[in-house]
C-alpha cells in the first residue's frame, strides 16, 4: 500500500496518509478491544474472558 | 495474561527492547529465560513438559552410535505417549468444553516441533547446532503458544544471520497491527459481538437460518482468530530478527478443498505432508489410504475424539472425491468454460462451495455428540423433514 500511495502521491503525502491510517487502526483496535474478547484456542473458541482493560466480568 | 491486553503490549514492548539492548551472545539466552518465566508463570505444568521434551529430545537425537534409530524412535514414541495421553483424558465429557486451560499450554505445537527435529535427525539433515541453538528453537516466545510449527533449519539460518533492522522491525510492528485489527476489530467485535447480537434477534424457531449464520460466524471468527493471532507470532519473530514460515495464504477464497488445504493452518499441512503424507504413499502407494492417514493425524492432533476423527474422514472424502473428479474430467477430455462472465461465475461459484463445505465442517467439529452432529446435518440441509 504504501509503495503505492509513494508512486502517485507528491512529497511526503504518502508518508502522513500512512500514518493516518495506522492511527486510525490503533483507534479501532483499541475501541474495539473493549469488548468482551473470546479466550482463543484453535477450533474451540471459548466464552469471553478479558477485554483490553483487564478481566472482563460478565 | 490475554492476548488483548495493556499488560501483554508493555511486556512484549519490554522483552524486545531488553532482547536489542543486551549483548548479541546474550539475547538469545533472554529468550529461553523470558519464555521459560512466561510458561512458568501461566502454566507450570506445560514449562515441565517443554524442559523434559527438549532434554530427552536432544539428548537421545544426539546420542549417535549403532543404535541411533532406536534411541530416536524411543524419544519420539515417549512424546507421542505424553501428548496421546493428554489428547484422551482431557476432554471426555460435553461438560469438559467449558474448561478454560484443556491441555498444557501449547503442547501441540512443541511436541510437533520435536517430532521433527527428530525425523530430520533421524535422515541426517540437521545443520550442526550447539544445544542452545536447540533451546532457543524450541522455547521460541512469539511460536509457543500458537503456532506456526516453524521448521529448524530456516529459524537456524536466521538465528545466525539476524541483526538489529528498521525495515524488519517495522514490518513487525505492522503485522502485530493487522493481526490485532483481524482478532479484536474483525473476529471479537464484528463477527462474534455484533453478528451474534444479530442472530440472537433472530426468531428462535428460524433453526435453519440460525444455524446457517451460526456456521458462516463460526468459520469466519475461527480463521480471522488464528491468522490474526498467527499475524501477531509473525510480528513479533521480525520484532526479533526471525522470519518464521506463514500459516494461512486466503483460505477462504480458494476454488476447491484441495486447495483451502494448501492454505490453511500451513505450517501442520506441510508437516503432515512430509511426515505422514509422503511416508505413506512411499510405503503403500496408495493415495487414499495416505490422505485419509494424513486427515486423522490433523484432526486427532486437535483432539482425540468423535467428532474429530468425524471432521478428518469428511475432510478426507471431499479430497479423495475432488481428485477423482479432476481424474474423469482429464479422461472425459470435458472443455473449460470459456473467458468471461460464464467462467467468472463458475469460480466465484466454486469459492462459494468450498467456504461451505469447510463452515460445515466446523459446525461437525463443534457438535459434542454424534447425535449433535446428525441433528445439525438434518437442520441445515433437511430442514422441511
Known amino acids: ?58 | 495474561m490475554h492476548f488483548v491486553s495493556l499488560i501483554w503490549f508493555a511486556w512484549l514492548a519490554g522483552t524486545v527492547a531488553i532482547y536489542w539492548i543486551v549483548p548479541p551472545t546474550w539475547r538469545d539466552l533472554w529468550l529461553i529465560v523470558i519464555s521459560l518465566a512466561f510458561l512458568v508463570v501461566h502454566a507450570p505444568e506445560s514449562a515441565l513438559l517443554l524442559v523434559c521434551f527438549t532434554l530427552l529430545t536432544f539428548w537421545l537425537g544426539n546420542k549417535g552410535g549403532r543404535h541411533s534409530g532406536y534411541r530416536i524412535a524411543l524419544a519420539a514414541g515417549a512424546i507421542f505417549g505424553v501428548l496421546l495421553y493428554y489428547k484422551i483424558t482431557v476432554r471426555t465429557s460435553p461438560e469438559d468444553l467449558v474448561r478454560e486451560v484443556l491441555i498444557p499450554m501449547g503442547l501441540s505445537y512443541y511436541s510437533f516441533r520435536c517430532f521433527h527435529y527428530l525425523l530430520e535427525r533421524f535422515r541426517g539433515t540437521l545443520p550442526a547446532h550447539t544445544f542452545r541453538e536447540f533451546l532457543s528453537y524450541l522455547l521460541f516466545l512469539p511460536t509457543l503458544v500458537v503456532g506456526p510449527i516453524h521448521r529448524f533449519k530456516p529459524f537456524l539460518d536466521d538465528h545466525h544471520t539476524k541483526r538489529w533492522r528498521s525495515d524488519t522491525l517495522s514490518e513487525g510492528m505492522e503485522r502485530i497491527l493487522y493481526g490485532y485489527v483481524k482478532v479484536a476489530v474483525l473476529a471479537n467485535f464484528l463477527f462474534s459481538t455484533q453478528m451474534g447480537r444479530f442472530i440472537g434477534s433472530i426468531n428462535p424457531q428460524a433453526t435453519t437460518r440460525i444455524l446457517y449464520l451460526e456456521m458462516v460466524r463460526g468459520a469466519m471468527n475461527l480463521y480471522l482468530q488464528f491468522s490474526g493471532f498467527s499475524d501477531i507470532a509473525i510480528g513479533f519473530a521480525l520484532l526479533l530478527g526471525y522470519r518464521v514460515m506463514e500459516n494461512f495464504n486466503n483460505p477462504y477464497g480458494q476454488r476447491n478443498i484441495a486447495d483451502f488445504w494448501r492454505s490453511w493452518h500451513m505450517s501442520l499441512t506441510s508437516w503432515c505432508r512430509d511426515y505422514v503424507y509422503l511416508p505413506m504413499i512411499g510405503l503403500t502407494r496408495n493415495p487414499y489410504v495416505a490422505n485419509i492417514t494424513t486427515f486423522l493425524v490433523i484432526g486427532l492432533w486437535h483432539e482425540v475424539s468423535v467428532r474429530f476423527l468425524v471432521w478428518a474422514l469428511y475432510h478426507a472424502t471431499g479430497v479423495i472425491i475432488w481428485r477423482e473428479f479432476q481424474t474423469l474430467k482429464r479422461q472425459l477430455r470435458l472443455p473449460r468454460f470459456p473467458p468471461g462472465i460464464l467462467a467468472t461465475a463458475a469460480r466465484a461459484a466454486s469459492i462459494v462451495l468450498t467456504f461451505h463445505f469447510v463452515g460445515f465442517g466446523f459446525t461437525i467439529a463443534r457438535q459434542p455428540t454424534l447425535a449433535a452432529m446428525c441433528e445439525s446435518f438434518r437442520v441445515l440441509f433437511l430442514f422441511w423433514w
Open chain 1, 1 to 58: 500500500m504504501y509503495g503505492f500511495l509513494k508512486r502517485y502521491l507528491p512529497g511526503p503525502m504518502a508518508d502522513v496518509l500512512m500514518a493516518l491510517w495506522y492511527v486510525l487502526l490503533i483507534l479501532t483496535v483499541l475501541y474495539c478491544a473493549s469488548e468482551p474478547q473470546a479466550a482463543f484456542r484453535y477450533l474451540m473458541l471459548e466464552a469471553p474472558d478479558a477485554c483490553l482493560w483487564g478481566a472482563y466480568a460478565p
